[in-house]
């Protein structure tokens, strides 16, 4: 994941994560990455992925910021090197500032963009408002009409927090019924570090998935849970209510990441979502200055591998503490997720996540975890059906009729479903199983 413009960005959503990031960096810090850190960045990118389809992902702050003349240089750049891979490229964005020009460019060069978008206003504009205070959400949506208006393929990215994560139904309905048909659903989980010598509270750093059984990163002890973030029960019921909508009407039409990514742990086909994959390690993160870190929530000094400019991108990711980095999420899982039946479509949540202490001094636990656990089992007889459905070679919206949502599934096949990357994703999207379902495990 690139982020060319750091953390800036033209919001001040409350509760986002990277705007603090402008402390790590100099004051007088130019927030854009230099040509030369774009091209070896490009270069080197291309180069270390050995598929014949390289997939880049550019994000902020908001990287519209940046102007189109330094998108339309990354693909003079990735045409250059290139060679006989196909690039892609995604985008997330805000979507307030996009306007004709910059959606002509976006479809004509086949972007995906992820629109951030909460609901409806007043659920939207709790948190996601400008500098100035205003809302966005009128902004959001006139930047969404363009993107419908050229054609150009897009998603709804919605942080769930405690605001809308009361209205499941509202939010699911609002953003489906406003024709959006793949949506992900991101839980907002932060923590604040208290107040010192008159400074404001800051978010903590999140845990390590190696830390000790405190954890927490030292120093952080102290911290609380920001008021904005959803509980971990909010969490399971919001999944769980709206994952009863949709396997009743909208199978096959509308496509939630997590029901998809779960579709493919129930067949067996392993986690494309990193947040439920065994290990992670491999989602790493370049900022604009050429500073590369372990993940996109590790865009701390402890987590950074070190910089473009002196090692490659292939030498980076392979170094010996992002090896441990990613190796840790499986290596430090407590006997609680060790033994939970629904742990292989858990992976027990994303490290940062982790920093429930439990009483007998184990690993520490997700927070998120009762409502996961909730939601694993609340879903386990409907996945079971859609994946004998798909098994046998039939689509999974079949799960819809009302006789074959009752039916009760047959024994599991022995073996799982095997996919070839370009054969139809079987969760009825249309795309390819690599473009949907069978994609490179993504950050949340």
């Not at 997590?258 to 979502?273: H, K, P, R, V």
């Not at 184990?362 to 927070?367: E, F, G």
Request: hydrophobic share 35%; with cysteine.
């Amino acid at each position: 994941m690139a982020k060319p413009i750091g953390p800036i960005c033209n919001l001040a959503c409350e509760y986002c994560y990277y705007l603090d990031k402008k402390r790590q960096f100099p004051r007088r810090q130019r927030f854009r990455m230099r040509d030369d850190v774009l091209e070896r960045f490009v270069r080197e990118y291309i180069e270390s992925q050995a598929g014949p389809e390289v997939s880049f992902a550019w994000q902020g702050g908001e990287p519209t910021l940046l102007g189109l003349p330094f998108f339309e240089r990354v693909i003079e750049l990735q045409q250059r090197y290139a060679g006989r891979k196909r690039i892609s490229n995604a985008l997330q964005t805000n979507g307030t500032r996009l306007d004709d020009d910059w959606c002509r460019f976006l479809h004509r060069h086949r972007f995906l963009v992820g629109i951030s978008l909460d609901g409806p206003r007043e659920l939207h504009d709790t948190y996601r408002y400008d500098q100035r205070g205003r809302g966005s959400w009128d902004r959001v949506m006139a930047g969404l009409a363009l993107l419908k208006r050229h054609r150009v393929e897009h998603n709804i990215l919605t942080v769930v927090q405690r605001r809308n994560a009361a209205h499941p139904l509202a939010v699911y309905r609002f953003l489906r019924d406003s024709g959006a048909r793949f949506m992900q659903f991101i839980p907002l989980v932060e923590r604040l570090v208290p107040p010192s010598h008159g400074a404001r509270s800051t978010l903590a750093p999140p845990p390590g998935p190696d830390a000790s059984q405190d954890g927490v990163v030292a120093g952080t002890q102290t911290a609380a849970l920001a008021p904005q973030s959803v509980s971990a029960e909010q969490w399971g019921a919001f999944l769980c209510t709206i994952f009863d909508e949709w396997v009743r009407r909208d199978v096959g039409r509308v496509f939630v990441q997590q029901f998809d990514t779960a579709l493919n742990q129930w067949l067996g086909l392993g986690s494309t979502l990193c947040v439920f994959a065994e290990t992670c390690g491999r989602a790493l993160v370049i900022e604009h200055d050429g500073g590369v870190y372990a993940c996109d929530h590790y865009v701390y000094p402890r987590w950074r591998l070190g910089n473009i400019a002196d090692a490659s991108l292939a030498h980076l990711v392979e170094l010996p503490e992002q090896r441990r980095f990613g190796e840790a999420k499986r290596a430090t899982l407590p006997r609680r997720c060790l033994e939970c039946t629904v742990r292989f479509a858990c992976g027990g949540d994303c490290p940062r996540h982790r920093f429930v202490a439990p009483a007998d001094g184990d690993h520490p636990l997700s927070y998120l975890c009762a409502g996961y656990r909730r939601f694993f089992r609340h879903i386990d007889a409907p996945m079971k059906r859609m994946a004998e459905l798909v098994r046998s070679g039939r689509p999974a919206a079949e799960i819809m009729r009302p006789e074959t949502r009752g039916a009760r599934p047959h024994a599991p096949s022995p073996a799982a479903v095997k996919l070839g990357r370009n054969a139809a994703c079987p969760c009825g999207s249309g795309r390819k199983f690599k473009h949907c379902c069978g994609g490179a495990a993504a950050s949340a």
